[in-house]
Nanobody, 115 residues
């Protein structure tokens, strides 16, 4: 069983920055896909950013140029640096890892951006 533990959420004013961390219980190099999703109240969960294969990345159009995904393989940790935050970025952010047919999720961390 894989465990993903997120941290780094919180309350920030519009224009501010936060960095989320996701620590995995095993080597992140074993995952086919690893990244971040978010879910705002009343909305579906959506992809924010992910490593899709090797070092390739995929970003939602709404966060391109503002968010950056990165990782530290030695620490089995993936990060999401979020800059120029907007109120519409408010959501619960979830770490996701995919291995073969298995999807693993963290418990989620709340990000609230005030206007």
């Amino acid at each position: 069983q894989v465990q993903l533990v997120e941290s780094g959420g919180g309350l920030v004013q519009a224009g501010g920055s936060l960095r989320l961390s996701c620590a995995a219980s095993r080597s992140i190099l074993t995952f086919n896909v690893m990244g971040w999703y978010r879910q705002a109240p009343g909305k579906q969960r959506e992809l924010v950013a992910a490593y899709t294969s090797g070092t390739s990345t995929n970003y939602a159009d709404s966060v391109k140029g503002r968010f950056t995904i990165s990782r530290n393989n030695a620490k089995n940790t993936v990060y999401l640096q979020m800059n120029s935050l907007k109120p519409e970025d408010t959501a619960v952010y979830y770490c996701n890892a995919r291995w073969r047919d298995n999807d693993y999720w963290g418990q989620g961390t709340q990000v609230t951006v005030s206007s």
